[in-house]
């Protein structure tokens, strides 16, 4: 139980520092969860304002979206398998996400893919465009289904939009998650600003994986008095 209150505690503090960060819309809106290590079971934030989220309002699920321990609203029940579909398909996903930043929800709303045009999305891993999900009601089985199409793509590596809805990000840990969406976030404003001075360009994808794999090199131990980087 000791491990359920200290994840429970995680969410806590992640969900308000993503409020005091600002980049929430108004009403801030959001859900997180987390896997329980070691288990087929997650947490989920059981009230949509993240603003007002508390340790007991944070529900434990299996798998098949049961609750297993605590309580969701009955608004919040429907986002359930949303959460769920990410898990069984991703298996080494430990935290999810879903907001609606304003400018990349701009672009689920305008079922844009938003393009890798932005370094920091190469240096954080998103190797390809993030894609749009077709929509369906919230919670809905049209809505999982297109998840789980998107999914199937194993470019698809931190995140994807909801067309007319917002934003879903995942990661190995609830960190990974949150900066998902916050690069996510930060590039379709850039992006959206680029478009009006001509077009966002495209970074190639051979100078994607450069980009990278130059990231990679100078993730190695710092070098030494006497020492080059080539």
Do not use: C, W
């Not at 909801?162 to 960190?175: E, M, P, R």
């Amino acid at each position: 139980m000791s491990n359920l209150n200290e994840l429970r505690n995680q969410i806590v503090k992640a969900s308000l520092g993503l409020v005091n960060s600002g980049i929430l819309t108004k009403s801030n809106h959001g859900n997180m969860s987390v896997r329980v290590p070691g288990t087929d079971t997650f947490l989920l934030t059981s009230v949509s304002n993240l603003s007002q989220i508390s340790e007991e309002q944070i529900g434990l699920f299996d798998f098949n979206n049961q609750l297993i321990d605590g309580s969701v609203a009955p608004t919040s029940a429907e986002i359930i398998p949303m959460h769920g579909i990410i898990y069984q398909s991703r298996p080494s996903t430990g935290s999810v996400l879903h907001t609606h930043s304003r400018f990349a929800t701009a672009f689920a709303v305008a079922s844009k893919v938003i393009p890798v045009a932005y370094e920091a999305m190469v240096r954080f891993g998103f190797d390809n465009s993030i894609p749009v999900a077709q929509y369906g009601p919230r919670g809905s089985q049209e809505s999982i289904d297109s998840i789980s199409t998107i999914l199937d793509d194993p470019m698809v590596t931190k995140g994807l939009l909801l067309a007319n809805h917002g934003v879903l990000t995942f990661g190995k840990t609830i960190n990974d998650a949150v900066s998902a969406n916050n690069v996510m976030e930060e590039s379709a404003e850039i992006i959206f600003y680029a478009e009006s001075l001509g077009g966002a360009k495209e970074i190639d994808f051979e100078l994607r994986k450069a980009a990278q794999l130059r990231m990679q090199e100078f993730a190695a131990p710092s070098i030494q008095k006497g020492e080059t980087s080539s």
